[in-house]
């Protein structure tokens, strides 16, 4: 398929001052340069999903925009070792909208840069069917990694999503065709 691939950049922290919109400018700046990739954002911020999962419009709204994705990419703080509660609620608001499509993840933070928050994730996405991107980009020390410009001064997160996308394209290419050809079982 010569069409771009459908690209859900979902930003999960929700927190006020949050440092989020920084890291999310900067990567969607990189990806909306790619050609093969129509990007859209969910910002979990603007999203209200119900934490008792209860279904509701804006869950149905946001399933929709789910099914009608190839991928994802989850912009992710990590906050006491783990990952935001609001990305926990947006896959599980979900079920089938995910299944058989890639994730890839930027994560941000402390000493870690949001390593453990991804590790952790990795097991959720499984759990939901979902291709999991091996490269992930990971912003150490974040609020001390971006110039006057919004652009990092660090040159490996900007390696690293190069790698990230490619990845997640070679993914999402496969897997949308796979998908047309023979949907998938699970």
């Not at 400018?25 to 129509?38: C, I, M, N, T």
């Amino acid at each position: 398929m010569n069409t771009p691939l459908r690209l859900e950049v979902i930003v999960a922290s929700v927190r006020p001052e949050r440092f989020a919109p920084v890291v999310a400018d900067w990567f969607l700046r990189v990806v909306r340069a790619r050609p093969e990739f129509d990007t859209d954002v969910i910002d979990l911020i603007d999203t209200p999903l119900p934490t008792d999962l209860t279904d509701t419009l804006e869950a149905r709204a946001f399933r929709e925009r789910l099914a009608a994705a190839d991928a994802f990419v989850a912009i992710t703080s990590e906050y006491n070792h783990g990952y935001p509660a609001s990305l926990k609620t947006a896959f599980d608001t979900a079920k089938h909208e995910w299944r058989a499509k890639p994730i890839g993840f930027v994560s941000y933070g402390g000493l870690s840069g949001g390593l453990r928050a991804v590790e952790q994730l990795r097991q959720v996405v499984a759990e939901i069917h979902m291709v999991s991107i091996r490269e992930t980009v990971s912003i150490h020390q974040a609020k001390r990694q971006f110039d006057a410009t919004g652009t990092p001064t660090d040159g490996a997160a900007i390696d690293a999503s190069e790698r990230l996308l490619r990845q997640l394209h070679w993914w999402a290419e496969h897997l949308r065709t796979a998908r047309a050809a023979d949907p998938y079982p699970g």
